[in-house]
């Protein structure tokens, strides 16, 4: 320790802190900027967009490039490959991805965070185009590069339903999709449920070939009839005319009308060798909605737009279409899966958790502090948060769970600064200053020690901006959010409040007699008020009760503050805070003594090292993401690959069966029950839609609405029921909540040998499989090898003999199973595809398919003949790759589950590892795990840094401030010792250990524990360097041993408030999330009723990282009241003894 005597004359013991100095000599000034302040903090917040999750922006490029007629195989070595060449020398790349399918290479470049996406997608075009040269000639068109946004996603389904047929139903969706896309806030809204209109050419083979008719002849016919040409402009009588021909067709008997062929003299119309019906295209999606037959439109908002204005505008669509006869009467329009359900309720959950923390807090100081006090310490919540929310709104960030979580966290230490400064000149102002000198003072005193402990803690959230990828992108709304807040009430506790203390502080705010009368009386008149206005809501004048219980609960607030709350608040701190100040600091004396402090010292740190063991022999579980019960179940069924999507909807119903009977007991907190069929859940690389999968979703109602029922739990039930299904596989998960971090079971094989690579993954599933480990769902393979093909095999000498090509027969066929676009129907402003193909009597018949007859002038007679296709090509029948996935210009077949209910992937994946210790694999294969495993250890690995980060630079500024290496190092050991509570906590009540959120929490404390230790330590120096200076006396290098513990526990004393009162305010402000307290305010005053209840979809997110801080602040706040002043006795004994060991020298 430093040489005491020599600093102290150097010291300023008398402080000043001048911009608080120049606060107090411009008042009005600082009164009109509050006011400014929260007109601009409130107006700021109305404005902020409302959204569940922050909109993330991944830097994510896709590169898509249609090939048709090729299979998987064919996509890899002709595209995907020669695009991946060049896109190797891209910069900032994290990872390349891509999959090959039949027809369509899909390439997705995931850049690091830090690259700007237009700056990626620039990058990838540049190198998209350089490949081009590499690429087959005959593409149809050039690739499509373009950014993933994962904030499109749909906001709301509007579902159509009633007695009319899918034809008048999607007429009416129509309608509405008109209006719902011209909404500034909506990109896309999606018709589902029944497919686009299309005008169907079904061509008869045999009249063709009776008619010596073409598809060419076809399709040139058509092409040519159904025109509209501008001819130029024609001048006549001084006027300008542009002349057009209009020949479109405007009807289905004028398309059935068209010569397609006229050969001697006679005509063959379309109607001769084809049937024209105007229908649609090819079934592909069928939707119900609680077993109804539906359209539905599939909404999703344009990126960085209010999702609450978007959906707000959409009902006022669908009110004013009945209202004005639009839809029709009879016509159910049902809106599910509406996000911004979720969105206000857990918006509303967090805002009522910050007022009830606030009043909490603003309760605690009252009894420490008497009301008026209270307030300008309480003023400190809404003053920081208004500053906050006009810069975050400024630099574009919403209001979400992430920023209001964070305004939460930081809700009791909020008024830590304001706390230490109005106690502080509360105090000065008890001892005899003004009120003008006591606040001069008492900033001046605490000014210094409040900016350090402020920059502590935003040094430990500092650390979790430079968390890199998706889940820090997530994340960094939490320490951006904490550092705006935090530096804000640095501003109003060192600028604002002072103003306020000196103006209107008060001394023995409790001790003084109330004049009972008048507060009975005004009391009383709030209530005699309320009575009219109830009247007026019971006959209707009103509209609600809000105005009469408005008054109502200020006269209750009123009597309960005069009969209870104000005794017990005089009690309070004229009784039981006195006899704690003294209990306290005869305790602290007792400590202080002879080797008590080592005694002390040495027993703590003896109780950390047991509650690590303690916490360890509980088994606890290690998780890395909170588990939650679900909001919405998704049931998935899956048949074989080219299962026609009819078989597939006769056993969805099957399903929707089972999923009925289930749920019939919990219908009461049901939202929705849906099914698509003909799409699952989807995925990066997995096409949502597909006719042999179907996807049934159970929405569920808000978690405070579920009268006590798990989701969980049923979910648990819903996966029984379903053992044993015969015929499909089915696949129960819930919703992802949070970032997409992957499966949480995902295993890479990767090698070249794309047939040896299968081989080796199923090696890989066996061996999983063959041990049963409990809780894994179902190993899959990300590819099904199974999809049946017919394959045909050219004789390419024959077609050349012919004078074909092997393009002439691969499209021949493809015009006759798949179509070929002819021309455009218009109908108004819309245009449907005329799609030309054979009727499905030759279409779904191999011989006729072989048959066909290809028309070719012949090179050898100069004549036109007939070529059947069976001449020159056979076929046969197997089985494909859906496709081939590569990652990093390898090939990858990935392995993949989900986890049981109730099961941990941490310890499955354990056993998972050690199944494949000893697995060997040839050479130029491998394996690793990765998906929610890879995230869990990068997460794990970057919280450990940022930990020892926020510790480095928390010393550092300990370091600065008290020019000594001793006291930060007391500081920074009570920090150390605040896992104690948090491993006794989690022990003791049996909480797993959540990864990131406990993680989190963990450096979160670090920068919370450190604040009472700065206030204390600086309090100790500072006594004993007056002490010094007062003793008058040169040749005293140190103080007495009883001088020392006066100063200490003097200091103690005195500071046993503020500690007390900031880590009450801190707990109390993340108790109402922590035990997911749902209050209602604004029902409280609408309805006189608060909706109360216990437990949120918001505890199960926030919870952990809650508890951690409120476990280790609780009992740190303990130790930093003991252990900080004997270890700073230990300190100055220490130093003592080494001082006089030399000395004697």
């Given at each position: 320790?430093?040489?005491?005597?020599?600093?102290?004359?150097?010291?300023?013991?008398?402080r000043?802190?001048?911009?608080?100095?120049?606060?107090?000599?411009?008042?009005?000034?600082?009164?009109?900027?509050?006011?400014?302040?929260?007109?601009?903090?409130?107006f700021?917040?109305?404005?902020?967009?409302?959204?569940?999750?922050?909109?993330?922006?991944?830097?994510?490029?896709?590169?898509?490039?249609?090939?048709?007629?090729?299979?998987?195989?064919?996509i890899?070595?002709?595209?995907?490959?020669?695009?991946?060449?060049?896109?190797?020398?891209?910069?900032?790349?994290?990872?390349?991805?891509?999959?090959?399918?039949?027809?369509?290479?899909?390439?997705?470049?995931?850049?690091?965070?830090?690259?700007?996406?237009?700056?990626?997608?620039?990058?990838?075009?540049?190198?998209?185009?350089?490949?081009?040269?590499?690429?087959?000639?005959?593409?149809?068109?050039?690739?499509?590069?373009?950014?993933?946004?994962?904030?499109?996603?749909?906001?709301?389904?509007?579902?159509?339903?009633?007695?009319?047929?899918?034809?008048?139903?999607?007429?009416y969706?129509?309608?509405?999709?008109?209006?719902?896309?011209?909404?500034?806030?909506?990109?896309?809204?999606?018709?589902?449920?029944?497919?686009?209109?299309?005008?169907k050419?079904?061509?008869?083979?045999?009249?063709?070939?009776?008619?010596?008719?073409?598809?060419?002849?076809?399709?040139?016919?058509?092409?040519?009839?159904?025109?509209?040409?501008?001819?130029?402009?024609?001048?006549?009588?001084?006027?300008?005319?542009?002349?057009?021909?209009?020949?479109?067709?405007?009807?289905?008997?004028?398309?059935?009308?068209?010569?397609?062929?006229v050969?001697?003299?006679?005509?063959?119309?379309?109607?001769?060798?084809?049937?024209?019906?105007?229908?649609?295209?090819?079934?592909?999606?069928?939707?119900?909605?609680?077993?109804?037959?539906?359209?539905?439109?599939?909404?999703?908002?344009?990126?960085?737009?209010?999702?609450?204005?978007?959906?707000?505008a959409?009902?006022?669509?669908?009110?004013?279409?009945?209202?004005?006869?639009?839809?029709?009467?009879?016509?159910?329009?049902?809106?599910t899966?509406?996000?911004?359900?979720?969105?206000?309720?857990?918006?509303?959950?967090l805002?009522?958790?910050?007022?009830?923390?606030?009043?909490?807090?603003?309760?605690?100081?009252?009894?420490?502090?008497?009301?008026?006090?209270?307030?300008?310490?309480?003023?400190?919540?809404?003053?920081?948060?208004?500053?906050?929310?006009?810069?975050?709104?400024?630099?574009?960030?919403?209001?979400?769970?992430?920023?209001?979580?964070?305004?939460?966290?930081?809700?009791?230490?909020?008024?830590?600064?304001?706390?230490?400064?109005?106690?502080?000149?509360?105090?000065?102002?008890?001892?005899?200053?003004?009120?003008?000198?006591?606040?001069?003072k008492?900033?001046?005193?605490?000014?210094?020690?409040?900016?350090?402990?402020?920059?502590?803690?935003?040094?430990?959230?500092?650390?979790?901006?430079?968390?890199?990828?998706?889940?820090?992108?997530?994340?960094?709304?939490?320490p951006?959010?904490?550092?705006?807040v935090?530096?804000?009430?640095?501003?109003?506790?060192?600028?604002?409040?002072?103003?306020?203390?000196?103006?209107?502080?008060?001394?023995?705010?409790?001790?003084?007699?109330?004049?009972?009368?008048?507060?009975?009386?005004?009391?009383?008149?709030?209530?005699?008020?309320?009575?009219?206005?109830?009247i007026?809501?019971?006959?209707?004048?009103?509209?609600?009760?809000?105005?009469a219980?408005?008054l109502?609960?200020?006269?209750?607030?009123?009597?309960?503050?005069?009969?209870?709350?104000?005794?017990?608040?005089?009690?309070?701190?004229?009784?039981?805070?006195?006899?704690?100040?003294?209990?306290?600091?005869?305790?602290?004396?007792?400590?202080?003594?002879?080797?008590?402090?080592?005694?002390?010292?040495?027993?703590?740190?003896?109780?950390?090292?047991?509650?690590?063991?303690?916490?360890?022999?509980?088994k606890?579980?290690?998780?890395?993401?909170?588990?939650?019960?679900?909001?919405?179940?998704?049931?998935?069924?899956?048949?074989?690959?080219?299962?026609?999507?009819?078989?597939?909807?006769?056993?969805?119903?099957?399903?929707?069966?089972?999923?009925?009977?289930?749920?019939?007991?919990?219908?009461?907190?049901?939202?929705?029950?849906?099914?698509?069929?003909?799409?699952?859940k989807?995925?990066?690389?997995?096409?949502?839609?597909?006719?042999?999968?179907?996807?049934?979703?159970?929405?569920?109602?808000?978690?405070?609405?579920?009268?006590?029922?798990?989701?969980?739990?049923?979910?648990?039930?819903?996966?029984a029921?379903?053992?044993?299904?015969?015929?499909?596989?089915?696949?129960?998960?819930?919703?992802?909540?949070?970032?997409?971090?992957?499966?949480?079971?995902?295993?890479?094989?990767?090698?070249?040998?794309?047939?040896?690579?299968?081989?080796?993954?199923?090696?890989?599933?066996?061996?999983?499989?063959?041990?049963?480990?409990?809780?894994?769902?179902e190993?899959?393979?990300?590819?099904?090898?199974?999809?049946?093909?017919?394959?045909?095999?050219?004789?390419?000498?024959?077609?050349?003999?012919?004078?074909l090509?092997?393009?002439?027969?691969?499209?021949?066929?493809?015009?006759?199973?798949?179509?070929?676009?002819?021309?455009?129907?218009?109908?108004?402003?819309?245009?449907?595809?005329?799609?030309?193909?054979?009727?499905?009597?030759?279409?779904?018949?191999?011989?006729?398919?072989?048959?066909?007859?290809?028309?070719?002038?012949?090179?050898?007679?100069?004549?036109?003949?007939?070529?059947?296709?069976?001449?020159?090509?056979?076929?046969?029948?197997?089985?494909?790759?859906?496709?081939?996935?590569?990652?990093?210009?390898?090939?990858?077949?990935?392995?993949?589950?989900?986890?049981?209910?109730?099961f941990?992937?941490?310890?499955?994946?354990?056993?998972?590892?050690?199944?494949?210790?000893?697995?060997?694999?040839?050479?130029?294969?491998?394996?690793?795990?990765?998906?929610?495993?890879?995230e869990?250890?990068?997460?794990?690995?970057?919280?450990?840094?940022?930990l020892?980060?926020?510790?480095?630079?928390?010393?550092?500024?300990?370091?600065?401030?008290?020019?000594?290496?001793?006291?930060?190092?007391?500081?920074?050991?009570?920090v150390?010792?605040?896992?104690?509570?948090?491993?006794?906590?989690?022990?003791?009540?049996?909480?797993?250990?959540?990864?990131?959120?406990?993680?989190?929490?963990?450096?979160?404390?670090?920068?919370?524990?450190?604040?009472?230790?700065?206030?204390?330590v600086?309090?100790?120096?500072?006594l004993?360097?007056?002490?010094?200076l007062?003793?008058?006396?040169?040749?005293?290098?140190?103080?007495?041993?009883?001088e020392?513990?006066?100063?200490?526990?003097?200091?103690?004393?005195?500071?046993?408030?503020?500690?007390?009162?900031?880590?009450?305010?801190?707990?109390?402000?993340?108790?109402?999330l922590?035990?997911?307290?749902?209050?209602?305010?604004?029902?409280?005053?609408?309805e006189?009723?608060?909706?109360?209840?216990?437990?949120?979809?918001?505890?199960?997110?926030?919870?952990?990282?809650?508890?951690?801080?409120?476990?280790?602040?609780?009992?740190?706040?303990?130790?930093?009241?003991?252990?900080?002043?004997?270890?700073?006795?230990?300190s100055?004994?220490?130093?003592?003894?080494?001082?006089?060991?030399?000395?004697?020298?």
């Amino acid at each position: 320790m430093d040489n005491i005597k020599d600093n102290a004359s150097a010291e300023q013991v008398q402080r000043e802190f001048k911009p608080t100095f120049g606060a107090l000599k411009n008042k009005n000034s600082i009164f009109i900027l509050t006011f400014i302040l929260i007109a601009f903090g409130w107006f700021s917040y109305q404005s902020m967009p409302r959204e569940y999750f922050p909109e993330v922006v991944i830097p994510n490029i896709m590169i898509s490039t249609p090939y048709p007629g090729n299979s998987p195989i064919d996509i890899e070595n002709l595209v995907t490959r020669p695009i991946e060449k060049e896109l190797k020398s891209l910069k900032g790349v994290k990872k390349l991805s891509s999959a090959s399918y039949e027809d369509m290479s899909l390439i997705v470049v995931e850049f690091n965070t830090d690259i700007p996406v237009k700056q990626a997608l620039q990058d990838t075009k540049d190198k998209v185009d350089k490949s081009l040269s590499e690429l087959p000639d005959d593409l149809d068109t050039d690739p499509i590069v373009e950014d993933v946004d994962f904030a499109d996603f749909p906001i709301l389904n509007v579902n159509l339903s009633g007695d009319f047929g899918l034809e008048d139903l999607k007429e009416y969706a129509e309608e509405l999709q008109d209006k719902f896309e011209a909404l500034p806030e909506v990109s896309e809204a999606d018709i589902k449920g029944i497919d686009e209109r299309e005008i169907k050419i079904n061509a008869d083979l045999h009249k063709m070939e009776a008619n010596g008719v073409t598809f060419h002849d076809i399709e040139l016919a058509i092409g040519d009839e159904n025109v509209t040409v501008s001819a130029g402009t024609l001048i006549t009588d001084n006027t300008r005319r542009s002349i057009r021909t209009s020949a479109d067709y405007t009807s289905m008997k004028q398309i059935e009308n068209t010569i397609v062929k006229v050969s001697n003299g006679r005509v063959v119309y379309l109607k001769d060798v084809a049937e024209v019906e105007d229908g649609y295209e090819e079934l592909s999606s069928i939707s119900r909605l609680n077993n109804q037959p539906v359209v539905s439109l599939s909404i999703t908002k344009k990126s960085g737009e209010n999702l609450l204005a978007a959906t707000d505008a959409i009902y006022k669509i669908i009110g004013e279409e009945k209202e004005n006869g639009s839809l029709p009467r009879g016509l159910i329009v049902t809106v599910t899966d509406d996000t911004s359900e979720d969105v206000r309720g857990q918006v509303a959950d967090l805002e009522n958790s910050i007022i009830m923390g606030m009043l909490l807090v603003i309760i605690v100081l009252y009894l420490f502090m008497g009301l008026r006090n209270a307030l300008f310490s309480g003023l400190a919540i809404p003053m920081s948060m208004l500053i906050s929310f006009i810069i975050l709104n400024q630099i574009g960030y919403t209001v979400n769970q992430m920023v209001l979580f964070s305004l939460i966290l930081a809700l009791g230490m909020l008024v830590d600064n304001a706390i230490v400064v109005v106690e502080n000149v509360y105090r000065l102002h008890e001892e005899g200053l003004s009120k003008l000198e006591a606040t001069k003072k008492g900033v001046s005193e605490i000014a210094g020690p409040i900016i350090s402990s402020t920059a502590t803690t935003l040094a430990a959230f500092f650390p979790l901006l430079l968390w890199g990828g998706i889940m820090g992108e997530f994340m960094k709304y939490l320490p951006i959010t904490l550092i705006i807040v935090l530096a804000s009430s640095l501003f109003v506790a060192l600028i604002l409040n002072p103003v306020f203390t000196a103006t209107f502080v008060k001394i023995d705010d409790v001790n003084k007699k109330m004049n009972k009368k008048k507060f009975i009386l005004i009391g009383s008149s709030f209530l005699v008020v309320s009575l009219p206005f109830y009247i007026m809501k019971i006959f209707g004048v009103l509209e609600s009760f809000l105005i009469a219980n408005l008054l109502m609960l200020i006269g209750i607030i009123v009597l309960f503050n005069l009969l209870a709350l104000k005794p017990f608040a005089r009690w309070f701190q004229t009784k039981l805070l006195v006899m704690l100040e003294n209990r306290y600091e005869k305790t602290l004396r007792f400590a202080l003594k002879g080797i008590k402090p080592l005694l002390f010292f040495v027993g703590t740190f003896i109780l950390m090292i047991a509650s690590i063991a303690f916490y360890f022999s509980t088994k606890p579980l290690f998780v890395f993401f909170p588990d939650n019960d679900p909001k919405s179940i998704y049931i998935t069924m899956e048949l074989p690959l080219g299962t026609d999507i009819h078989k597939t909807n006769e056993l969805t119903k099957r399903v929707e069966v089972i999923v009925n009977k289930t749920m019939e007991p919990y219908e009461d907190i049901i939202r929705s029950k849906s099914t698509n069929v003909g799409s699952g859940k989807g995925g990066m690389f997995e096409s949502s839609r597909a006719a042999n999968k179907s996807l049934t979703t159970i929405s569920f109602v808000e978690f405070k609405d579920r009268a006590g029922i798990s989701t969980s739990e049923v979910m648990k039930e819903l996966t029984a029921n379903f053992e044993g299904f015969v015929g499909a596989k089915i696949f129960v998960e819930k919703d992802d909540q949070g970032p997409p971090v992957g499966y949480p079971i995902n295993i890479e094989v990767s090698g070249d040998d794309f047939e040896n690579l299968l081989i080796q993954a199923n090696r890989v599933k066996h061996l999983i499989d063959d041990d049963r480990i409990p809780g894994v769902e179902e190993l899959k393979l990300d590819l099904d090898q199974g999809k049946p093909e017919m394959l045909i095999n050219i004789d390419r000498d024959k077609v050349r003999r012919f004078g074909l090509s092997t393009n002439q027969v691969a499209r021949a066929l493809r015009n006759s199973l798949y179509g070929l676009e002819v021309s455009k129907f218009k109908d108004g402003e819309d245009e449907y595809d005329i799609m030309l193909r054979l009727n499905d009597k030759y279409r779904y018949d191999v011989p006729s398919l072989m048959n066909q007859k290809i028309s070719v002038m012949s090179p050898i007679s100069n004549k036109m003949v007939q070529v059947p296709i069976s001449a020159i090509a056979d076929y046969s029948y197997g089985s494909t790759y859906e496709r081939i996935n590569r990652i990093e210009n390898t090939r990858v077949v990935t392995i993949y589950s989900n986890v049981k209910e109730g099961f941990n992937a941490n310890i499955i994946n354990t056993r998972v590892r050690e199944l494949l210790a000893d697995f060997e694999m040839p050479k130029g294969y491998s394996y690793k795990l990765t998906g929610e495993q890879e995230e869990q250890e990068e997460t794990q690995a970057f919280l450990t840094q940022a930990l020892m980060i926020a510790l480095a630079l928390i010393t550092l500024i300990l370091v600065s401030q008290f020019n000594s290496a001793i006291k930060p190092l007391i500081i920074m050991i009570t920090v150390l010792f605040s896992t104690i509570g948090v491993f006794l906590g989690l022990g003791i009540f049996q909480m797993p250990f959540v990864i990131l959120m406990t993680g989190i929490g963990i450096i979160s404390l670090a920068g919370i524990v450190v604040n009472n230790g700065i206030v204390l330590v600086d309090y100790i120096d500072l006594l004993r360097k007056r002490k010094i200076l007062e003793s008058d006396m040169a040749d005293r290098k140190y103080l007495s041993s009883a001088e020392e513990v006066d100063c200490i526990a003097q200091a103690g004393k005195t500071r046993l408030r503020p500690v007390l009162l900031t880590a009450i305010t801190t707990v109390l402000g993340l108790f109402p999330l922590a035990v997911g307290m749902n209050f209602d305010f604004f029902s409280l005053l609408s309805e006189f009723n608060p909706h109360l209840s216990f437990g949120s979809d918001s505890t199960a997110f926030w919870g952990p990282m809650s508890w951690t801080v409120i476990f280790g602040l609780t009992v740190a706040t303990f130790l930093t009241l003991i252990i900080a002043p004997v270890m700073f006795r230990l300190s100055t004994q220490i130093e003592h003894r080494f001082y006089n060991f030399f000395s004697k020298k």
